[in-house]
T-cell receptor
Framework: EDQVTQSPEALRLQEGESSSLNCSYTVSGLRGLFWYRQDPGKGPEFLFTLYSAGEEKEKERLKATLTKKESFLHITAPKPEDSATYLCAVQKIYGNKLVFGAGTILRVKS | DTEVTQTPKHLVMGMTNKKSLKCEQHMGHRAMYWYKQKAKKPPELMFVYSYEKLSINESVPSRFSPECPNSSLLNLHLHALQPEDSALYLC??????????????FGEGSRLTVL
């Protein structure tokens, strides 16, 4: 059965304290892995798409990487405005629906 | 600012009411989606429209009725809902049509409370 597991469930960081979020997946035939950011009471905001192992994408303080079993979202020198829930989702080959992980709630304190 | 607009932002309805949620996008996207999200849970897919035709229905109860009047508009008609249907309803769109894609643009959602 297709599964996406995110860890940790919640993460508290001090401003400037770098860390990583993990998304591990078991899927037969991965088309792509996607990262989203969601602020409370709002819709998710698309961040990155990763298609193949070894691929990396960067945006401001965020960097996403992909292996054959997991993806990491690295946050460098986070700021309070990076506080949000980060969701990862996988899509199988042949256009199946997205399977979302439960998310990691990130809180960055100043 | 999101380019997918949802109205209303908040809706309170009784179990016998009929109401509708509306969604509009002007990005020229050809696929539109309805998701349901409960508190502290990930979004759950309900419906997918591709080129204005319903292409995926995730076994959603008939009290939820989607409609796609044109390529920019998506409605979700609600009737005889249950309190457990209370949730954030998210509309999304994507550029690709005819094939599901994972790069979705979400609206801010409609917060529905069923009394």
């Amino acid at each position: 059965e297709d599964q996406v597991t995110q860890s940790p469930e919640a993460l508290r960081l001090q401003e400037g304290e770098s860390s990583s979020l993990n998304c591990s997946y078991t899927v037969s035939g991965l088309r792509g892995l996607f990262w989203y950011r969601q602020d409370p009471g709002k819709g998710p905001e698309f961040l990155f798409t990763l298609y193949s192992a070894g691929e990396e994408k960067e945006k401001e303080r965020l960097k996403a990487t992909l292996t054959k079993k997991e993806s990491f979202l690295h946050i460098t020198a986070p700021k309070p405005e990076d506080s949000a829930t980060y969701l990862c989702a996988v899509q199988k080959i042949y256009g199946n629906k997205l399977v979302f992980g439960a998310g990691t709630i990130l809180r960055v304190k100043s | 600012d999101t380019e997918v607009t949802q109205t209303p932002k908040h809706l309170v309805m009784g179990m016998t009411n009929k109401k509708s949620l509306k969604c509009e996008q002007h990005m020229g996207h050809r696929a539109m989606y309805w998701y349901k999200q409960k508190a502290k849970k990930p979004p759950e897919l309900m419906f997918v429209y591709s080129y204005e035709k319903l292409s995926i229905n995730e076994s959603v109860p008939s009290r939820f009725s989607p409609e796609c009047p044109n390529s920019s508009l998506l409605n979700l008609h609600l009737h005889a809902l249950q309190p457990e249907d209370s949730a954030l309803y998210l509309c999304a769109s994507s550029q690709d049509a005819g094939e599901y894609t994972g790069e979705l643009f979400f609206g801010e959602g409609s917060r529905l409370t069923v009394l």
